[in-house]
């Protein structure tokens, strides 16, 4: 009567029993009819979609996805079952530990301060070395715009190169502290370079030097000197 046996082909035939409701019996009956030549007539057919339910056992799928539904709406936000966080709450070890402060001296604060001068000067240096457009950092100002109002706008930062040559066309490099040429020693300011292409090389000595504290007491004496000028003027003054 049929090309094969109904309950074998009706469970050969319907592997994605999982996909399909457990009332679309249906489905199931055109899958053998088409297969395997069987009508919905045939209390074979009947068998062996019962035969495939177990096979597969879909019956305790559908029963564990109803207890995961369940499980899911009496979950919370966290992510936790109801009851499930205050166990993770409690093994928890809370303190009152605040963040340590961490000032940095006004020595600290010029080392930074001339470091990243020095840095600009190192890149503005390759910049002229390898003959490129030297593309300056920018900075937040602020600006009086049409309306009269004070508003904060970003600009590119001038940097000015501190090194030059004399008649002998040997490079000379001038540190810059608040604007002002820091005095290395009484009446010094400038360093010999030679070639421009040794300034990089010379700068990253400098920094190093000065990460070690050894223009700590210059830098003292040209804030103390620019705290004198403050003083008296309201302002620097000018190169």
Not at 49 to 67: A, C, E, I, P
Not at 89 to 116: M, V
Request: hydrophobic share 35%.
């Amino acid at each position: 009567m049929f090309n094969c046996d109904s309950t074998q082909c009706v469970a050969a035939h319907t592997n994605n029993i999982h996909d399909v409701s457990i009332h679309d019996t249906n489905w199931l009956i055109t899958t053998a009819r088409r297969k395997c030549g069987v009508t919905d007539k045939d209390s074979e057919v009947r068998t062996a979609l019962s035969f495939t339910r177990r096979v597969h056992g879909y019956d305790n799928l559908r029963l564990k996805n109803q207890k995961v539904a369940v499980a899911s709406r009496h979950r919370d936000h966290t992510g936790y079952a109801k009851g499930e966080n205050m166990s993770v709450l409690k093994s928890l070890k809370l303190s009152d530990a605040k963040p340590a402060a961490q000032s940095k001296t006004p020595a600290e604060r010029a080392r930074e301060k001339l470091i990243g001068n020095l840095a600009l000067q190192k890149d503005l240096a390759k910049a002229t070395i390898e003959g490129r457009v030297f593309v300056p950092p920018k900075r937040w100002v602020s600006r009086t715009n049409e309306d009269g109002v004070r508003v904060r706008v970003e600009t590119p930062r001038r940097v000015r190169k501190c090194w030059f040559e004399d008649g002998n066309r040997t490079t000379h490099f001038v540190m810059q502290y608040g604007g002002r040429p820091l005095e290395i020693a009484k009446g010094k300011t400038a360093i010999e370079v030679g070639p421009l292409a040794n300034l990089p090389t010379l700068i990253d000595g400098l920094i190093e030097a000065v990460r070690a504290g050894e223009f700590d007491t210059a830098l003292s004496n040209a804030a103390a000197e620019r705290g004198r000028l403050l003083n008296r003027n309201g302002r620097p003054k000018a190169n």
